[in-house]
Every structure is written in C-alpha cells, then in structure tokens.
C-alpha cells in the first residue's frame, strides 16, 4: 500500500548536503531523557537556556501561487510519490518532526517514516506544539501508530504551568510544559490571546531532551514564524506542486522585512512621547491589538495599533517598567503642526533613501 520508494543514489546525492549531520551514537533521545529523570529534574526545573540548538530543516509543499492549503484547516494534498518518497527518507534522517496543532486537529498526520528499512529506533519523535492543549492525543493516528510500534510516541508542548510535566496514559510519550513569552502589560499569559512560546526555547528545549534534529513540518503559522528567523533554521526544502490553489487558500510566506512600526506609521518618521501609562484614554476604535519585538537591550517592546486601519498607538518598553508608555503623538495631524523635529534617533534603521530632517543619532543620544 505504500507509494514510498526507494531514493535512487542521484536523488540521494543530491539532498545530501541539506541532511543534517548524523548524530555518532545513533538516536539518543531516550538516555539523555532518563539522565535527567535521575537528577530529579522536572520542567519547571531545567533551564532551557543551557545547551544549544538542534540542526532545523523547514519542509512544506506549496502550489504555485504559494499557498499550502486551499483554505485554514483543509488538508490538501499537493505531494506526489517522488515527494511523499523524499519526504519519508527525510524523516528517518531527522530525530524529531515538529508541526503545530492547527496542523495536528484538521490533517491527523502519523508523522512517522515508511521509508525502506525504518526501525521503530530510526523513527523520528513527533512534537506537537499545543499551548492550550486543544488537540485530543489519544484518538489521533500518533495514538495508534505508536500503540502499533510504527512510530515513537509523541511529546506535546503545552503552557499550562499547572498541568507541567506528565506522562501520556498508556503508551508513552508525555507533556512538556513550557512558559509563553511575557504577556502584554495588564494581561496575565492566561488572559492573553495568544500564548506563545519562544521558538528558542522550544527548540533548546528538544535539544536538551536529546533531539539533535528536526524536521518541521507545518503548518502555515509555525513555517511563516520560522522563515522569519533564519538564524534558527539550518536547511529549507520547499516542494512545489504544478497545481494553483486560487485566493483564499492559506499562504506560507515570513513576516515584512521593513521594520514593522514603519508599516504601521505610514510613515518613514515617528515622534513619541514618553507619558504615564495612566495618561493615556483610548475614546473610540476598540482594544488595540498588539504584537511583540525584542528591542537592543534584548527587552520586549510591546506595540499597541489600530486592528481597523493598523495606526501605531503607543508602545510599552519592558525596559521602561510597566507604569510607562512611548505614545506615538506625531500620528496625530494637530501634533505634527505644533512640534518641530529636535532630534532623529536610531538613524541606524532609517530607510536608506530618506533625508535627514534634524540631527540624526544612530541609536539613543550619549546621556
Ligand atoms: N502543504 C503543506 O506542506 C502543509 C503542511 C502542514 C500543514 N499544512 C496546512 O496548514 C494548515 C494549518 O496551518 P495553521 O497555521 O493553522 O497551523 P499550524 O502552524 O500547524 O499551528 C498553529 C498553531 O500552533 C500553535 N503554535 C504555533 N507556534 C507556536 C508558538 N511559538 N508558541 C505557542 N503555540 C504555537 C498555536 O496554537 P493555538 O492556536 O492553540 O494558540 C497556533 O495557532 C492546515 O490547513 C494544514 O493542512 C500544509
């Protein structure tokens, strides 16, 4: 029943380049987990800072108007034998397969590889990253295959600290709780829309659990988030199917490359004032929507803008402590006509092509 081939030695010399490198002593993850289990350790305990980052290889099949699926959780096939062949030899190089749960509830993928020769020790663990644990585990296909002995059990990333660390019922594989990035200012991570994990940490997480390498596999967010962060990613390897999936299908594409607050300033220049968080009244228009960055220090700057028409409100500077806010006053037309420009800082990401409109400072100017 399978349609996996084997690779013909042209095929495989030509991916060799992009595998990553092969672990000397085989797949460790299991020893290197049961080491940490004898030092006492739990997941609130390790830290994840510690050890490095696994080799990542990015895979996703795409039409050719880049679109991954014809519309948010429909599973689409756009993979034929030579590239379900690929796919599956891929597999058996990696140690893990990561793909997140807006992939895991519509498509119920076995994650496993089917390729010539696979053991259950050459398979690959499947990582699911679930935060809010929306995904049933244990009617899934993962469930089934790793019951069967045809794939290893998978480990499920979540961020409810209360639950932390627990083996699945039965037949192996367990949860990892993992801590999300900092909540806006006034929201609790409970509260918060979204409860995202740092994709260092995930990924420092899996390489301290053993995994040396992983194969991401979709979908559409955790692939955009991570073509955003090539210095996490080692290899990517897109398929292109010879079909066109037509608007409205689900694309795969990295966040803007010019920096976002000059997107959402409509303008190359913003002035700021830095007032009491207090000092600030929003009359109409909603709740701001928002969205986080690491500023220099290494800080998060969060960003607060208009869901309807994406103006730049104000931001909150961890560094500056929560009771402060930068408003973004310059967006105002009456505030233009009243200030005159003193000073430009951070010249240093300034638009190439953009004069110079008042002293320019590369970053902050010497205290
Ligand atoms: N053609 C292909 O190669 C291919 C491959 C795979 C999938 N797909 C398609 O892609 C579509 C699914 O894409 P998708 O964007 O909806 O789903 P997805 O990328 O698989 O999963 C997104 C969800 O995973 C969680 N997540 C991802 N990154 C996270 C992080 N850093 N921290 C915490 N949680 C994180 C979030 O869950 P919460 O929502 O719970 O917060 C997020 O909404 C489906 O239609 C599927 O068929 C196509």
Known sequence: MSEVRELSDAEKTFLEPYLP???????????THNVREQHGETAETVQTDGGGLPFVTLTY?????????????IRT????????SMTHFLRMHHDAILIGVGTAIPDNPGLNSRYLGATLDSQPRPVVVD????????SSKLAQ?????????????????????????????RRVFLPSEAAPTGQTSESAKCETIAWSTILKT?????????????????ISTLLSMPELVNTVIVTIAPTWLG???VTVSPAPKVQAGKILGGGAFTMNQIIPKTALKITSGGEPSNYQYKGDSGKSVNCYYCPKCTTHIYHQQEVMGPDTIIARTALLPEARKKFEVGAEIYGKDKMSWEKEIATTFQTLPPS
């Open 61 to 73: 099949a795409s039409s050719l108007d880049s679109m991954i699926s014809l519309a948010p959780g």
């Open 206 to 222: 899996l390489k301290r659990d053993g995994v040396d390498s992983v194969m991401v596999e979709g979908g559409a967010t955790v």
């Open 77 to 84: 096939t756009l993979s034929g034998p030579e590239t379900k």
């Open 131 to 138: 935060p809010k644990m929306r995904w049933d585990v244990d």
């Open 247 to 249: 608007q409205g299908g």
């Open 145 to 173: 295959l790793a019951q069967e002995g045809q794939g290893k059990a998978p480990w499920l990333i979540h961020t409810r600290h209360e639950l932390g660390e627990e083996a699945l019922r039965g037949w192996g594989g």
């Open 21 to 31: 490198p092969r672990a000397a002593d085989g797949r460790k993850e299991a020893a």
